[in-house]
């Protein structure tokens, strides 16, 4: 992403996304400052919930990012989407709804 034609906005929306999460007062921040000090995993729940609110948060960069995305095709190919992870070939076998669901 930090080669390519949407670097800039990639950038922007990275930053956004990691001060929401890295924050204390989301629960995600919270959930990995506890981790932090008590070397306990961070709890799923507060990962997914400081997740939403970064969704939250960050929609004013995101929609900047996905317009980008969609006029530069030929450099963000399906893989570099999909959770940055190789799409399965068609016919591999490969379950699409467990890729999506991965980089959800």
């Known amino acids: 992403m930090k080669a390519g034609p949407c670097r800039e906005v990639f950038e922007v929306w990275q930053a956004c996304v990691d001060g929401v999460l890295e924050s204390p ?14 070397r306990e995993p961070a ?16 929609a ?10 969609a006029r530069h095709p030929e450099y963000y190919d399906d893989a ?9 070939a068609a016919g591999s076998g490969g379950d699409d709804k467990a890729a999506v669901g991965a980089a959800a």
């Open 60 to 69: 004013d960069v995101t929609r900047p990012l996905f317009e980008c995305l």
């Open 25 to 38: 007062s989301t629960a995600g921040g919270a959930a990995a400052a506890a981790a932090a000090t008590s």
């Open 80 to 88: 570099s989407v999909v959770g940055g992870r190789p799409a399965p």
């Open 43 to 58: 709890d799923a729940a507060a990962t997914a919930a400081s997740r939403k609110e970064a969704a939250v948060v960050c």
